[in-house]
């Protein structure tokens, strides 16, 4: 059983720019969820995808966007880099029932480190 | 008031040391709770789901307690490897799989 896969490891990128970052979830899971993580903080959720469909979002400007495919797979998109964009960014998946995702702790990719400069 | 709050620390124990971690949440409602353990430059790792009636694992002790809104983690006969960062983290109670982080807790473990 494969786990979570996140591309690129690590991604330099110049204000102004947009990037765009990969999830691939782990087998049998249907939810991911996007995490921003600085330097010295905890991660911040940024938003869920649940079967395609946005399922909740964070205190994120609306440049933060995102898919899911549907093989489950997911990308997050940011356009108008920032400086403070910098920073770690997790994706998790989970399996959600017909009630919506589960409480299930949730289990991180290796994350995609990205620095604007 | 932060959603979850951790003393940021640094903790530097010596080997062997017990050290104790807490952390408070401000939804009285939240549904479940987690510690995670965060190496340098690595993504957060499930280290133990937290129960009500408390719940170890090994060296490893997490309690929760409900009125007072409270969490904790006990670390007991301290290793080098036990270094890390440590991660409250809190289920609200919504659908949204949102799941709230503390600052973390960083542990120093000398020999």
């Known amino acids: 059983e494969t786990g979570v896969t996140q591309s690129p490891t690590h991604l330099i990128k110049t204000r102004g720019q947009q990037v765009t970052l990969r999830c691939s979830s782990q087998s049998g899971h249907n939810t991911v969820s996007w995490y921003q993580q600085a330097l010295g903080q905890g991660p911040q959720f940024i938003f869920q995808?649940?079967?395609?469909?946005?399922?909740g979002r964070g205190n994120f400007p609306p440049r933060f966007s995102g898919l899911q495919f549907p093989n489950y797979s997911s990308e997050l998109n940011v356009n108008a880099l920032e400086l403070d964009d910098s920073a770690l960014y997790l994706c998790?998946?989970?399996?959600?029932?017909?009630?919506?995702?589960?409480?299930?702790?949730?289990?991180f990719g290796n994350g995609t480190r990205l620095t604007v400069t | 008031r932060k959603e979850v709050e951790q003393d940021p620390g640094p903790f530097n124990v010596p080997e062997g040391a017990t050290v104790a971690f807490n952390c408070t949440y401000s939804n009285s409602a939240s549904q479940s709770f987690f510690w995670y353990r965060q190496d340098c430059r690595k993504e957060p790792k499930l280290l133990m789901s937290v129960y009500s009636s408390g719940n170890e694992d090994g060296r490893f002790t997490a309690q929760l307690n409900r009125a007072s809104q409270y969490i904790s983690l006990l670390i007991r006969d301290s290793k080098l490897s036990d270094s890390a960062t440590y991660l409250c983290?809190?289920?609200?109670?919504?659908?949204?799989?949102?799941?709230?982080f503390g600052q973390g807790t960083t542990l120093q473990v000398k020999p």
């Open positions: 983290v809190v289920n609200p109670p919504s659908n949204t799989g949102k799941l709230i």
């Open positions: 998790a998946s989970s399996l959600g029932g017909s009630g919506g995702p589960d409480r299930s702790p949730l289990h």
């Open positions: 995808y649940y079967r395609e469909e946005e399922n």
